[in-house]
């Protein structure tokens, strides 16, 4: 069975630096994907960005960006530059064959001015 | 089309009542998924259709709980005779069948039983 997990309950990071959020995953699949989500306080999740496992290259949205190692089975998501309005959970999620998300137990991001 | 939509966005029930949720995927989505989360976690999966049929159903949907779809649209969560362990947010997802599914979440309805 998949299994997402996020060692980071908490980040703290100065406006303006980069971070990143720490994601490993197991599979047995070959063939997987894995998608990051932020949560505001409002409660929506807004899809980040996400990573096939057989795209060569690493995934690159804006401002976000994922450092997949396969062989360490991690997907860590780069926020570049960060902004106050960063200040969310942030989810690593991954969709087993039958296509229900899993989710890990997220990190909190807090970003200071 | 404006995204997944889910009413109401907070609810707030006496224990031992019957509450109904409502979820509108985007139309051209043919899986819906409804997801529990509690304060500080991450979404647990409760079940999910494909079109009106409901093909997985997580053992966290206990007996008090019940999904429909009766069209393959919009879908409802029931949960009858609440308790305050049902405290929750319930998110609503929708998506297509295959690629990289395109997940689309709604905002959730936020349940307290007190």
């Known amino acids: 069975a998949q299994k997402i997990t996020q060692t980071q309950p908490g980040m703290f990071v100065q406006e303006k630096e980069a971070v990143t959020l720490d994601c490993t995953y197991d599979?047995?699949?070959?063939?997987?994907?894995l998608f990051w989500y932020k949560q505001p306080s409002s409660g929506e999740m807004i899809f980040l960005i996400y990573?096939?496992?057989?795209?060569?290259q690493n995934a690159t949205e804006g401002r976000y960006s994922l450092n997949f190692q396969k062989a360490r089975k991690s997907a860590n998501l780069v926020i570049s530059a960060s902004q106050l309005g960063d200040s969310a959970m942030y989810f690593c999620?991954?969709?087993?064959?039958?296509?229900?998300?899993?989710f890990g137990q997220g990190t909190e991001l807090s970003v200071k001015p | 089309d404006t995204g997944v939509s889910q009413n109401p966005r907070h609810k707030i029930t006496k224990r031992g009542q019957n509450v109904t949720f409502r979820c509108d995927p985007i139309?051209?989505?043919?899986?819906l998924y409804w997801y529990r989360q509690t304060l500080g976690q991450g979404p647990e999966f409760l079940t999910y259709?494909?079109?009106?049929?409901?093909?997985?159903k997580s053992r966290l949907l206990s007996d008090r709980f019940s999904a429909e779809r009766p069209k393959g649209s919009f879908s409802t969560l029931e949960i009858q005779r609440t308790e305050q362990g049902d405290s929750a947010m319930y998110l609503c997802?929708?998506?297509?069948?295959?690629?990289?599914?395109?997940?689309?979440f709604g905002s959730g309805t936020r349940l307290t039983v007190v």
């Open positions: 997802a929708s998506s297509f069948a295959q690629g990289n599914y395109g997940y689309t």
């Open positions: 599979t047995s699949d070959q063939s997987y994907g």
């Open positions: 990573q096939g496992s057989y795209d060569e």
């Open positions: 999620a991954m969709p087993p064959p039958r296509g229900k998300l899993i």
């Open positions: 139309s051209e989505h043919n899986r």
């Open positions: 259709f494909q079109n009106e049929a409901q093909l997985e």
